[in-house]
T-cell receptor, first 111, second 115 residues
Framework: GESVGLHLPTLSVQEGDNSIINCAYS??????FIWYKQESGKGPQFIID?????DKRQGQRVTVLLNKTVKHLSLQIAATQPGDSAVYFC??????????FGKGTMLLVSP | NAGVTQTPKFQVLKTGQSMTLQCAQD?????MSWYRQDPGMGLRLIHY???????DQGEVPNGYNVSRSTTEDFPLRLLSAAPSQTSVYFC??????????????FGPGTRLTVL
């Protein structure tokens, strides 16, 4: 899910489907990764995080997978609902002090 | 708890004007930060603070000043606004910079337009 210019990549799914949102990160030294959800007109909301020494973490209806070999992060949302429609950002923490965001993927869920 | 609050919600400035964006949190969080978000972009870090009296620059600090005199407040100052500073500004806070189940709480944002 890398964006080009002003256009966010968009993932369109049907309600009840599973969604997979991808993110490529740049710094192999990053310590920590977080997925955020941002609804229109609101600030980002924490979804799930994962440390760099893990490759998978599960939450409620969400799973984050980390592949350090190819510097790839994914967010899987099970049984996607219309309320999941939002922009999703991955973010990485480097040096225990700064959070760097990716450019986001828009998820559109049709009823 | 009110969480993270930001004022104002909307602001229009003329080029060269100065203003302060306010941010406050009532969760006793040590870490606070300011981001800007431009259309179709992720958030970019402007400045951050790991505790009262300590601030540091992020990715895009030019044109912005911050101070952290108390744990609760982290104002962002624009000394001479430029059209390139038109953006949505988010303030965030978290208990620690990195921790298991770390959550960074974001405010609702301030939409700034510089003419």
């Amino acid at each position: 899910g890398e964006s080009v210019g002003l256009h966010l990549p968009t993932l369109s799914v049907q309600e009840g489907d599973n969604s997979i949102i991808n993110c490529a990160y740049s710094n192999s030294a990053s310590d920590y990764f977080i997925w955020y959800k941002q609804e229109s007109g609101k600030g980002p909301q924490f979804i799930i995080d994962i440390r760099s020494n893990m490759d998978k973490r599960q939450g409620q209806r969400v799973t984050v997978l980390l592949n350090k070999t190819v510097k790839h992060l994914s967010l899987q949302i099970a049984a996607t609902q219309p309320g999941d429609s939002a922009v999703y950002f991955c973010a990485e923490i480097r040096g225990y002090s700064t959070l760097t965001f990716g450019k986001g993927t828009m998820l559109l869920v049709s009823p | 708890n009110a969480g993270v609050t930001q004022t104002p919600k909307f602001q229009v400035l003329k080029t060269g004007q100065s203003m302060t964006l306010q941010c406050a949190q009532d969760m006793n969080h040590e870490y606070m930060s300011w981001y800007r978000q431009d259309p179709g972009m992720g958030l970019r870090l402007i400045h951050y603070s790991v505790g009262a009296g300590i601030t540091d620059q992020g990715e895009v600090p030019n044109g912005y000043n911050v101070s952290r005199s108390t744990t609760e407040d982290f104002p962002l100052r624009l000394l001479s606004a430029a059209p390139s500073q038109t953006s949505v500004y988010f303030c965030a806070s978290s208990p620690n910079v990195v921790a298991v189940n770390n959550e960074q709480f974001f405010g609702p944002g301030t939409r700034l337009t510089v003419l």
